[in-house]
């Protein structure tokens, strides 16, 4: 059976096909104003990746902040399943599942049989979530991108006084022109976010194996200062953006 | 590219006082994280102030605003009997002679600036948010405060008055020139109001209704931090958004308290505190000595 999950995500949706249980297409693309345009674009491209039209798919599931406004979606799943089913068919023995996405970040732990057991969620605030990183790469003058390979070049762990995205700016200004070299800069913004997504992640009493999905596992600092913060290491997907869409996609199937 | 959050820095002092006919002549210094004052009190008279923004160096920042307040008074620091450093760089106020907390400063400011039947002051300064109760004479009773998040503070309304490239001050006034009040954007974090923001901007919403918006959201954030404590009346605002009326009045709206009127500047109640602080400890050193 072909089927697909869209993820409305606060920043970015992503699309993914996927036919008997394997991923065949998958698109991304910027949110902006006009979701609802921008998610039908992404399907377009997803199809056309896996070589299928419109009339193949036979279900398909929205997830993420703005899932009611998914086009050709017959039901909604929440992030929190999509996440689990996503990274459970995955990796068969993750527990406990840690999803940073733009404007949210959430710690999840999970039954074998991908069941939820228990969540914590960060919405309220820019500190642990991509927003912050996203702050800070324009107080440093860098590229979003390359905050990370910057930060695990730091051999200085400072701390940073601010937990408030805003207030930090100022302390990255300050902490610049005190000549503080910037690598060390971006471990602390990094150290900072994972410190606020370990607290979620103790909350639900985080067990191994922790995947790591969201558009923040691509980034290497953070990755990097995750570790350390949790003592263990992390599973990441190749595409760990779209594991949302994927476990939407999964869902659909079931029905 | 223009700097809108940049709000006008002031100094004043009080021609009418002759300092040097004058007993105790004492100061405060009040150097925050956004904004530092420098306040002079003779003989129980508020006689000079200066209010400025805080550099990156604490003591630097604390030595301007003095020299400010000081200049064409003809008083010199030497003159000054007792100098009392508080806010969140008290300890880096070189020429202080005692550091005190902000929450006791701005409470004995209060007191002073709106009267004895001050018991609940709202103190809105630029990084944190303070509600101080207080009795009769200015003794704090009970606080809470929020200095982590940038929602309800001064710092939040300079990020909304840069992103709608208005100057700071006329904020408040224009937020009130909407046809309906507008419901309130993220009222927990300052980066998502922003985003919700610009949202509305490209949704058509004239910038006085993305101003009303917000205004309306930092309202009732303080509104919770107020509730933690509760509001005794007489209840007073200082800080630099006590200038704010949009926020001011949408306050007063919510909690259905009015708020007292003051003649004084209201950002610098912390450092006039200190200064009447520091006049009480002047006269104990004078009797000891």
Redesign the interface.
């Known amino acids: 059976m072909i089927t697909a999950g869209i993820d409305m995500g606060a920043k970015t949706i992503k699309v993914v096909i996927v036919d008997d249980g394997n991923m065949v297409g998958k698109a991304m693309t910027i949110a902006g104003?006009e979701a609802t345009e921008s998610a039908e674009r992404a399907y377009t491209t997803a199809l056309g990746e896996a070589g299928l039209a419109e009339g193949d798919v036979e279900r398909i599931a929205s997830t993420g902040a703005g899932r009611r406004y998914a086009p050709h979606a017959k039901h909604d799943v929440s992030e929190v399943k999509c996440a689990v089913k996503g990274a459970i068919d995955l990796y068969p023995n993750a527990r406990t599942v840690i999803d940073v996405g733009a404007?949210e970040g959430r710690a999840i732990r999970c039954t074998e049989d991908g069941n939820v057991m228990d969540f914590a969620l960060n919405e309220?605030?820019?500190a642990g979530a991509g927003?912050?990183t996203e702050?800070m790469s324009r107080a440093l003058e860098v590229k979003v991108e390359e905050l990370g390979p910057m930060s695990v070049k730091s051999t200085n762990a400072i701390p940073m006084n601010a937990?408030?995205?805003?207030?930090a700016e100022?302390e990255v200004v300050?902490l610049l022109?005190a000549k503080t070299p910037k690598e060390d800069i971006a471990r602390a913004v990094h150290d900072a976010i994972a410190s606020r997504i370990v607290s979620l992640a103790r909350k639900v009493g985080f067990e191994p194996d922790v995947v790591l999905i969201g558009g923040l596992a691509r980034n290497v600092g953070f990755v990097d200062s995750l570790q350390r913060a949790l003592g263990c290491d992390v599973l990441i997907p190749s595409d760990p953006e779209y594991i949302g869409a994927y476990g939407a996609a999964l869902a659909a199937r079931a029905g | 590219m223009a700097e809108y959050w940049r709000w006008t820095e002031q100094r004043w002092h009080d021609e009418e006082i002759d300092w040097r006919g004058g007993t105790l002549v004492t100061a405060g210094v009040d150097v925050g994280s956004v904004s530092s004052q420098a306040v002079v009190v003779v003989d129980g008279k508020l006689y000079a102030f200066a209010s400025m923004r805080t550099g990156s160096n604490s003591p630097e920042s604390a030595q301007k605003a003095m020299d400010w307040a000081l200049e064409g008074t003809g008083m010199r620091l030497e003159d000054i009997g007792f100098v009392v450093g508080t806010g969140y760089g008290r300890v880096n106020v070189p020429f202080s002679n005692k550091a005190i907390t902000e929450i006791a400063c701005h409470a004995r400011g209060a007191n002073f600036m709106y009267g004895p039947s001050v018991r609940t002051v709202l103190d809105m300064g630029g990084q944190d948010c303070k509600v101080i109760r207080c009795d009769e004479r200015g003794k704090v009773t009970a606080f809470a405060m929020n200095d982590k998040c940038a929602a309800g503070t001064g710092r939040g309304m300079e990020v909304f008055a840069d992103l709608l490239a208005l100057p700071i001050e006329d904020v408040g006034k224009l937020s009130f020139e909407v046809e309906e009040e507008p419901p309130p954007v993220s009222c927990t974090c300052v980066v998502f109001a922003k985003s919700e923001a610009t949202a509305l901007l490209r949704e058509g919403w004239p910038k006085s209704k993305v101003l009303a918006a917000y205004c309306s959201a930092m309202a009732h954030r303080v509104a919770t931090l107020l509730e933690q404590v509760g509001v005794e009346q007489d209840f007073a605002i200082t800080g630099g958004i006590a200038k704010n009326i949009g926020v001011v009045r949408r306050l007063e709206g919510e909690i259905e308290v009015k708020a007292l009127p003051t003649k004084y500047d209201t950002q610098i109640a912390g450092a006039l505190g200190g200064a009447l602080f520091a006049q009480n400890l002047l006269r104990k050193k004078l009797s000891t000595n």
């Open positions: 104003f404007e309220k605030c820019a927003a912050f702050a937990q408030c995205a805003v207030f100022s300050s022109h």
